[in-house]
């Protein structure tokens, strides 16, 4: 008899809670169907927001500046392929292909594809443009004398100009010298620019467009050169003076140039010119980061990166767009082979 009232209360609430369960269900599908109904009459609502204004105190028509960064060419050296698996050659037949190419390609991305009306533009040279002979091995594989290599990449990078200018109505351009293109075997620290092969290209191709109006070129004494796009500061350097003898296989350049790139900022903040942007670079590993851009290079992977057993990089060069007020809004790697 026990049992039969126990399971007489369970069926009695069980019949409760599917009847509050149903009225729940039903309540929930008479909200629906009312939602459902007002939805059908949205398109008859009138829209009350206001209309949107072009902001007049925002010269938001200012126009974009679109940067080439070239560094690394090493103009004039040999890279086997045999002996590095076949992943890469280089010579002065395919340097001149990858630099033709990046020209064109740069052209072909903001004027073709992104379709930008920018007048001006600004060329970045980085430095290491050749091979120079600062170790024994170089001077015995060149496949040209750096005097020959200097004349060489000059007229290619005047015909570069040349051919952004069929674009750009305004070139100015900034350079530093590398560590490749010094004269002496060891680094000195006097006279660093004017007894460097990557200064003598800069100034054959400034000669070039001496009565140029629209070519103007930025060639410091110093290392380092610090230039200013609407409110962004850049400091360009080639990198070799961030430290470091060489990138860690396991993560690359990065520490080095970490490391580098804080002591240059406290030596421009003490000497009351920050930077916002550090460009540069010597170590052969494209990266883009918001306060840093370091570029490739032309000549790519090579027998120095296969024997410390670096990461592979194709040859390429960096590129980005800055507008005014946003700072770098596009970026584009080059790919040159």
């Known amino acids: 008899m026990q049992d039969f009232i126990e399971k007489e209360l369970l069926y009695k609430e069980e019949i409760r809670q599917l009847r509050s369960d149903l009225k729940a269900s039903l309540l929930e599908k008479a909200k629906l169907q009312q939602q459902y109904e007002l939805s059908l009459q949205l398109p008859s609502f009138p829209i009350t927001t206001p209309p949107f204004l072009l902001d007049s105190s925002n010269n938001s028509l200012t126009d974009p500046v679109p940067i080439l960064f070239?560094?690394?060419?090493?103009?004039?050296?040999?890279?086997?392929?045999?002996?590095?698996?076949?992943?890469?050659?280089?010579?002065?037949?395919?340097?001149?292909?990858?630099?033709?190419?990046?020209?064109?390609?740069?052209?072909?991305?903001?004027?073709r594809i992104l379709r930008i009306s920018s007048k001006g533009m600004v060329l970045l040279l980085g430095g290491d443009m050749v091979s120079g002979e600062i170790h024994e091995e170089l001077s015995e594989t060149n496949e040209i004398h750096t005097l020959e290599a200097v004349t060489d990449c000059a007229g290619v990078i005047t015909e570069g100009i040349r051919l952004l200018q069929q674009c750009f109505e305004e070139i100015v351009v900034f350079g530093v010298s590398g560590n490749h293109g010094r004269f002496y075997q060891h680094k000195r620290h006097k006279k660093?620019?004017?007894?460097?092969?990557?200064?003598?290209?800069?100034?054959?191709?400034q000669m070039q467009f001496k009565d140029d109006p629209r070519v103007r070129f930025c060639l410091p004494k110093t290392a380092d050169c610090y230039f200013e796009i609407y409110?962004?500061?850049?400091?360009?350097?080639?990198?070799?003076?961030?430290?470091?003898?060489?990138?860690?296989?396991?993560?690359?350049?990065?520490?080095?140039?970490?490391?580098?790139?804080?002591?240059?900022?406290?030596?421009?903040?003490?000497l009351g010119v920050p930077y916002d942007v550090l460009v540069c670079g010597h170590w052969h590993q494209y990266s883009l980061h918001p306060r840093r851009i370091i570029n490739g290079s032309l000549k790519g992977y090579d027998e120095?990166?296969?024997?410390?057993?670096?990461?592979?990089?194709?040859?390429?060069?960096?590129?980005?767009?800055?507008?005014?007020?946003?700072?770098?809004?596009?970026?584009?790697?080059?790919?040159?082979?």
């Open 70 to 111: 070239l560094s690394d060419w090493h103009w004039g050296e040999v890279v086997n392929s045999a002996e590095i698996n076949h992943s890469n050659h280089y010579n002065l037949a395919v340097a001149h292909e990858r630099a033709e190419y990046c020209f064109q390609e740069f052209l072909h991305f903001y004027k």
């Open 192 to 205: 660093r620019n004017s007894s460097n092969f990557d200064a003598m290209i800069y100034s054959v191709c």
């Open 231 to 270: 409110e962004n500061r850049y400091m360009l350097t080639h990198g070799d003076l961030l430290g470091g003898s060489m990138s860690d296989p396991i993560i690359g350049a990065l520490g080095a140039i970490s490391r580098g790139d804080q002591k240059l900022r406290k030596r421009q903040e003490s």
């Open 304 to 337: 120095f990166a296969y024997q410390h057993s670096f990461y592979p990089e194709r040859p390429i060069q960096a590129t980005w767009l800055v507008e005014e007020g946003m700072g770098i809004t596009v970026t584009h790697p080059i790919f040159c082979d």
